[in-house]
């Protein structure tokens, strides 16, 4: 990937590395000590695959995920259980993970002003990340993308309080926060 030179924005592009996938994303997961938040409209988990789950193949001791994503959940919709089986696919019980998910329901016409599209990763609560494309551009040669570390206070306090706003909004359809193995 290019970066600036100063830690703040990384460029993966295609053309540029056309074997070589983009790891950056899976790097910063890899190198959380404690917590992994994620806000992605598009978390794709393909019936009998880990998807995007793989992106959590390193993933540390003890780390608690909590991924928030939009989807059009209708009744009696299996994406909770294929995404709680896909993480299960790609992190091992004794890694001791505990992980949660909400989903913004794009079927509910009442959430419609809660739809989003930007993508933010937050890693140990400390560390902000703005992210150009759906994580699957971050697992495999697809396209181009970029990260950019944020690093202004301001606008990390932003986006933890949206992040927040977010979660507690999408509480009915959810995994609750828990050890991913019980």
């Not at 996938?21 to 988990?45: D, H, M, R, T």
């Not at 001791?61 to 896909?86: C, D, F, H």
């Not at 419609?112 to 993508?119: K, L, P, Q, T």
Request: aromatic share 14%.
């Amino acid at each position: 990937m290019h970066d600036d030179g100063q830690p703040v924005y990384w460029f993966y592009h295609k053309e540029s590395f056309p074997v070589d996938p983009p790891l950056l994303y899976q790097q910063l997961i890899a190198g959380a000590k404690s917590f992994i938040e994620i806000w992605n409209p598009y978390f794709n988990v393909p019936s009998g695959t880990p998807g995007d789950a793989i992106i959590f193949t390193s993933v540390q001791l003890q780390v608690t995920i909590k991924l928030l994503t939009q989807k059009g959940m209708t009744r009696g919709n299996p994406y909770l259980q294929a995404v709680e089986n896909a993480m299960q696919i790609v992190i091992p019980a004794s890694r001791q993970v505990r992980f949660g998910l909400r989903v913004v329901n794009k079927s509910n016409t009442t959430m419609e002003n809660w739809w989003f599209h930007d993508r933010m990763l937050i890693i140990d609560k400390t560390n902000f990340y703005l992210v150009e494309a759906p994580i699957g551009h971050h697992i495999s040669v697809q396209g181009s993308t970029g990260i950019y570390s944020v690093k202004d206070h301001a606008t990390q306090s932003f986006m933890r309080q949206l992040f927040d706003i977010y979660w507690l909004q999408a509480s009915n359809c959810e995994i609750a926060v828990k050890n991913l193995y019980l």
